[in-house]
């Protein structure tokens, strides 16, 4: 078995991980823990080690880099594309793997001690803080639902169609609902169009500290 590229799905205890030879073929497919990958790594020819920068990544991908495997960390945005529908641990690791691949792709070195200090924690907290706008957008969006069906309406699922759905009914004066339940359906469209503009500026924000990450820029990614 010749691993050219490993791809490491980080999780809390267990990782997912996979492995590819050079015809791109899935030669090792396993869940481990990280000293269990280490154990792996320490046995395998020099390769190409991929892994989203997130929490975890750069302690690991110091110890791998000493292990003389070249290290290749991508911002978790540049991955979300090529991961396959009904997401899980596996499927993150495959995505993993096939961003690697592509070319132009932007990485990441692993940072050392001080330059986390400098740069990781600043992106980190920019992911918590655009999970917890998107998990309260999630929830009123699901709450808008609830109220409406009560009512007996029902609407197409996915974000944008509820959305759109609402643009027009909100105004309409024969849309079947209370004047209080038509306020409250205005409120929340505003508290939710608030949301959409923090969790893009966030986007923004989190896109311009990649292209502009001069250890990324040295690399020419």
């Given at each position: 078995?010749?691993?050219?590229?490993?791809?490491i799905?980080?999780?809390?205890?267990?990782?997912?991980?996979?492995?590819?030879?050079g015809?791109?073929?899935?030669?090792?497919?396993?869940?481990?823990?990280?000293?269990?990958?280490?154990?792996?790594?320490?046995?395998?020819?020099?390769?190409?080690?991929?892994?989203?920068?997130?929490?975890?990544?750069?302690?690991?991908?110091?110890?791998?880099?000493?292990?003389?495997?070249?290290?290749?960390?991508?911002?978790?945005?540049?991955?979300?594309?090529?991961?396959?529908a009904?997401?899980?641990?596996?499927?993150?690791?495959?995505?993993?793997?096939?961003?690697?691949?592509?070319?132009?792709?932007?990485?990441?070195?692993?940072?050392?001690?001080?330059?986390?200090?400098?740069?990781?924690?600043?992106?980190?907290?920019?992911?918590?803080?655009?999970?917890r706008?998107?998990?309260?957008?999630?929830?009123?969006?699901?709450?808008?639902?609830?109220?409406?069906?009560?009512?007996?309406?029902?609407?197409p699922?996915?974000?944008?169609?509820?959305e759109?759905?609402?643009?027009?009914?909100?105004?309409?004066?024969?849309?079947?609902?209370?004047?209080?339940?038509?306020?409250?359906?205005?409120?929340?469209?505003?508290?939710w169009r608030?949301?959409d503009?923090?969790?893009?500026?966030?986007?923004?924000?989190?896109?311009?500290?990649?292209?502009?990450?001069?250890?990324?820029?040295?690399?020419?990614?």
């Amino acid at each position: 078995m010749t691993i050219v590229l490993l791809a490491i799905d980080l999780g809390k205890a267990v990782n997912s991980v996979l492995g590819r030879d050079g015809k791109e073929t899935v030669v090792l497919r396993r869940r481990m823990r990280q000293e269990s990958i280490l154990a792996l790594t320490a046995t395998l020819p020099p390769c190409v080690v991929a892994m989203e920068a997130c929490c975890g990544a750069h302690h690991l991908g110091r110890l791998l880099e000493a292990q003389g495997h070249t290290v290749r960390l991508m911002p978790p945005e540049y991955v979300r594309p090529y991961v396959k529908a009904q997401k899980n641990d596996e499927r993150d690791a495959e995505g993993i793997a096939e961003a690697a691949s592509r070319p132009g792709m932007r990485f990441v070195p692993p940072g050392s001690g001080d330059q986390l200090d400098l740069r990781n924690p600043h992106r980190q907290t920019l992911h918590r803080v655009r999970s917890r706008l998107v998990g309260a957008r999630t929830a009123l969006i699901n709450q808008l639902r609830a109220i409406l069906l009560e009512r007996g309406h029902v609407f197409p699922q996915g974000r944008r169609k509820l959305e759109q759905a609402l643009d027009g009914l909100a105004s309409d004066p024969a849309f079947a609902v209370s004047a209080r339940i038509r306020r409250l359906i205005i409120d929340a469209q505003a508290e939710w169009r608030a949301l959409d503009r923090r969790i893009a500026s966030l986007d923004e924000e989190l896109a311009e500290l990649a292209r502009n990450d001069p250890a990324a820029r040295r690399l020419g990614t």
